[in-house]
């Protein structure tokens, strides 16, 4: 079953990306942006924990990458001559995960994080070599489960999958635990002093202990929001990291913007909960939600963008400028233009009790991590769609039987040929035509924050470019596409009105509103 992260076999098969060898010329390059240093054998390079680790390049002797836990610590890898260190934190603000150690007296290369960025941003032979390596060994320590987090948690329990989701689709390595399975857990939580009815449990970097924490709390602990300064003004804050936000963010940093993209929960959006997307371009064998998330963040993060995840644009201040976006946490965020691509979640049933059910039997997403949940079953998938197609074939992989749910006499006129033949050669799906479904969910926007200050149509939804009808007093010009009633404030993907729900138009949209987005900061 493909759960966006390889095997550890996968990895092993991969260690000479992992870990290449650099050449003479490429370590010559180097040496013009870093500085020598001399470590004895055993001596510490970088601790787990740490923030903005350097990369380092052995030039003689070796370095040996360890993973700490609780009793020891396990060897990952040992870097020898023209090897360097780094994974993803490399490019982003977060805490290292693993410790550097000198294996032998070494001489090495060190290389300022700022450094790192301006090579991967600027060599292209290198910022392959490095970028490929970095993603690979993240990929590596959440295969491995080789983190700083613990958690124990219930199959039974919503708030375990909450928070199974969070620290998957952010890309963060974590050991699992569950109380009902695991024979162990309960020496675990004795020595915590914590007992089965605080589960779920995050253990937090070794010893700190969080008792069904959010997301918020749990973004604190690891560190993730380094890169919000509330005091800083941003040429451009994007909020919502979905195709269409990741977009924005690549192409204005690449084109010399500062950029800071605020997410609620993930990089992905929608997008980065389905198992696996077969029709975006470029991808002829497909790619899950979460990878196509991480590797567009790491597209992002590569020119220079900031990510803050686990925190929620309350309100937009209109009537200030630089724009002021206040967050949940009681901070602001300044910025000169704003991208607004929040998406739209889907409307949920008015039924007594659906809280309840909800993470333990009734699901909005299938990842690897539902179907673990389902593993066996029999489930009922209700759409017609795209994602409802996705789910079901996924699911198809471990479920004992799907059972696929629609409104109409079939699924030609709302779902891709190609998945609706799968669909039917595949013998444990079976498809149920409904014709009288009362339901009317459909899809809300998630606008609530802006508070009056954009024009939306009768459902919520942004209106931009020729469809606003209000004028702007003093624009002196004409509106340009995506750019909302509010000057200097666009809006993209799927909270946008009349716009394409679909991967590519969202990445589509995110990258041409920044060339608006330069005219009128130059104005």
């Known amino acids: 079953?493909?759960?966006?992260?390889?095997?550890?076999?996968?990895?092993?098969?991969?260690?000479?990306?992992?870990?290449?060898?650099?050449?003479?010329?490429?370590?010559?390059?180097?040496?013009?942006?870093?500085?020598?240093?001399?470590?004895?054998?055993?001596?510490?390079?970088?601790?787990?924990?740490?923030?903005?680790?350097?990369?380092?390049?052995?030039?003689?002797?070796?370095?040996?990458?360890?993973?700490?836990?609780?009793?020891?610590?396990?060897?990952?890898?040992?870097?020898?001559?023209?090897?360097?260190?780094?994974?993803?934190?490399?490019?982003?603000?977060?805490?290292?995960?693993?410790?550097?150690?000198?294996?032998?007296?070494?001489?090495?290369?060190?290389?300022?994080?700022?450094?790192?960025?301006?090579?991967?941003?600027?060599?292209?032979?290198?910022?392959?070599?490095?970028?490929?390596?970095?993603?690979?060994?993240?990929?590596?320590?959440?295969?491995?489960?080789?983190?700083?987090?613990?958690?124990?948690?219930?199959?039974?329990?919503?708030?375990?999958?909450?928070?199974?989701?969070?620290?998957?689709?952010?890309?963060?390595?974590?050991?699992?635990?569950?109380?009902?399975?695991?024979?162990?857990?309960?020496?675990?939580?004795?020595?915590?002093?914590?007992?089965?009815?605080?589960?779920?449990?995050?253990?937090?970097?070794?010893?700190?202990?969080?008792?069904?924490?959010?997301?918020?709390?749990?973004?604190?602990c690891l560190g993730f929001n380094a890169a919000i300064e509330p005091n800083s003004v941003r040429d451009l804050l994007v909020v919502g990291a979905g195709p269409a936000g990741l977009s924005a963010a690549v192409y204005g940093a690449s084109e010399g913007l500062d950029v800071l993209v605020l997410e609620t929960t993930a990089p992905g959006g929608q997008a980065g909960s389905s198992s696996k997307i077969e029709n975006y371009l470029g991808f002829p064998t497909g790619i899950s939600g979460t990878a196509l998330a991480q590797r567009a963040l790491a597209q992002a993060e590569k020119f220079g963008a900031r990510l803050a995840v686990a925190r929620s644009a309350v309100r937009l201040h209109c009537d200030e400028l630089p724009y002021r976006v206040e967050l949940d946490g009681g901070e602001s965020i300044h910025a000169r233009a704003i991208v607004i691509a929040t998406g739209a979640e889907y409307r949920k049933l008015d039924i007594a009790d659906l809280s309840s059910f909800e993470g333990v039997g009734v699901y909005y997403g299938a990842t690897y991590v539902e179907a673990q949940r389902c593993d066996a079953e029999e489930v009922i998938v209700v759409g017609g769609g795209n994602s409802a197609g996705q789910a079901a074939t996924f699911l198809a992989e471990s479920c004992r039987r799907v059972h696929i749910l629609v409104r109409g006499a079939g699924l030609a006129a709302s779902m891709s040929r190609y998945l609706i033949r799968r669909i039917e050669e595949t013998p444990n799906i079976t498809l149920h035509s409904i014709r009288h479904v009362f339901s009317m969910a459909g899809a809300k926007p998630n606008t609530e924050w802006l508070d009056g200050c954009l024009a939306l149509d009768e459902k919520g939804f942004v209106l931009t470019g020729t469809d606003v009808l209000t004028e702007s007093p003093g624009l002196g010009r004409h509106r340009y596409l995506y750019e909302t009633s509010l000057p200097r404030v666009f809006a993209v993907g799927d909270v946008r009105a009349n716009s394409v729900k679909r991967v590519a138009s969202g990445v589509g949209e995110g990258s041409v509103c920044v060339q608006f987005i330069h005219r009128v900061l130059a104005e």
Do not use: W
């Open 1 to 220: 079953m493909d759960s966006g992260i390889p095997s550890v076999e996968a990895m092993k098969a991969r260690r000479a990306q992992m870990f290449p060898k650099l050449s003479e010329a490429q370590v010559a390059r180097l040496a013009r942006l870093g500085d020598e240093r001399t470590f004895a054998q055993g001596e510490i390079l970088f601790q787990d924990g740490e923030y903005h680790v350097p990369m380092y390049v052995v030039l003689e002797g070796a370095i040996e990458i360890l993973h700490p836990r609780a009793g020891g610590e396990d060897l990952i890898t040992v870097h020898e001559e023209r090897e360097f260190t780094g994974e993803a934190d490399a490019l982003s603000d977060r805490r290292a995960l693993v410790r550097g150690r000198a294996r032998t007296a070494s001489r090495v290369l060190r290389i300022e994080r700022s450094k790192v960025r301006t090579i991967v941003a600027t060599d292209p032979d290198l910022s392959e070599i490095f970028l490929r390596a970095f993603i690979l060994r993240r990929m590596g320590l959440l295969a491995g489960h080789q983190g700083d987090v613990v958690l124990v948690g219930s199959k039974h329990s919503a708030a375990t999958l909450r928070l199974q989701e969070f620290l998957t689709r952010n890309g963060h390595p974590y050991r699992c635990i569950d109380v009902e399975t695991d024979k162990d857990v309960q020496a675990l939580l004795d020595s915590f002093s914590v007992s089965v009815s605080d589960v779920p449990v995050v253990i937090c970097r070794g010893d700190r202990v969080l008792k069904n924490p959010s997301n918020a709390e749990v973004a604190e």
